[in-house]
């Protein structure tokens, strides 16, 4: 089963990488009004970087450290590689269908993070640079705020759970902790508001690309049913009775 999965979550990458060449008018039009968006935030950045600062004095301590850890490597992947290993020893097939959307998902985001932010090479609100400072492929710290790795680590692991949920209010519980790491980095001075927007926008559309590929693919063709227990009948016929398990 780890070998499949394994298959499946490396076929799920290459398939979300692979997604702009495939798009169609529908897709375009989504591209164009992502970009189109983050295009009149960025006018903003300003104005609300100085407005989550200011509120990050008064943020609770506990959000504050929630949304450093959540949104860091080692806990995102190591919250995603235990969803699966508990799919997988339990045999649960709904489970490891999240679990290699999880492990697939937060891997591509997380290459495609790391080759952005030296590529880009933005400038971060506490440099005190103004948004329009850039230093491509310089290395330092202080010129890595697009995309934002916590942002990214955290929606895409949101997003993937959430979409395993039909419950409306399940989903918003969800979406609402996978929230607060990119708010924190704003409220911090680390990342700007297109910063944020623009990588919740790449962690949906990796998400959605994987997850929909598998499903496609009928990759986990039991992947909506939970592991149901054992079901017990009594049989009682001429001079026999009996109890059966069937599991």
Do not use: C
Request: without cysteine; aromatic residues 12%; glycine residues 12%.
């Amino acid at each position: 089963m780890a070998k499949y999965d394994g298959q499946a979550a490396i076929n799920g990458i290459f398939h979300a990488y692979s997604r702009p060449v495939h798009w169609d008018g529908d897709d375009w039009k989504t591209f164009g009004f992502v970009a189109g968006g983050t295009a009149l935030l960025y006018f903003v950045d300003d104005e609300t970087s100085e407005f989550f600062i200011r509120q990050e004095e008064g943020a609770p301590d506990i959000l504050k450290d929630f949304g450093e850890r959540f949104g860091s490597p080692q806990v995102t992947y190591g919250l995603t590689g235990s969803i699966y290993l508990y799919g997988l020893f339990t045999k649960n097939e709904k489970v490891r269908q999240t679990g290699v959307l999880l492990i697939s998902s937060g891997v591509a985001v997380g290459f495609l993070q790391t080759v952005l932010k030296t590529t880009v090479g933005r400038s971060r609100p506490q440099n005190n640079q103004g948004k329009f400072s850039f230093k491509q492929f310089s290395g330092e710290a202080g010129f890595r705020s697009f995309p934002s790795g916590h942002t990214i680590l955290s929606f895409t692991t949101a997003h993937a759970i959430a979409r395993q949920f039909d419950n409306i209010w399940v989903k918003a519980g969800i979406y609402a902790v996978g929230m607060i790491a990119p708010i924190s980095r704003i409220s911090n001075g680390a990342h700007w508001l297109t910063d944020v927007t623009l990588s919740m926008a790449l962690s949906v559309a990796v998400v959605n690309a994987i997850d929909n590929n598998l499903k496609k693919r009928n990759t986990y063709p039991n992947g909506t049913l939970a592991k149901k227990g054992i079901a017990w009948n009594v049989n009682v016929g001429l001079g026999r009775v009996g109890i059966t398990g069937t599991f």
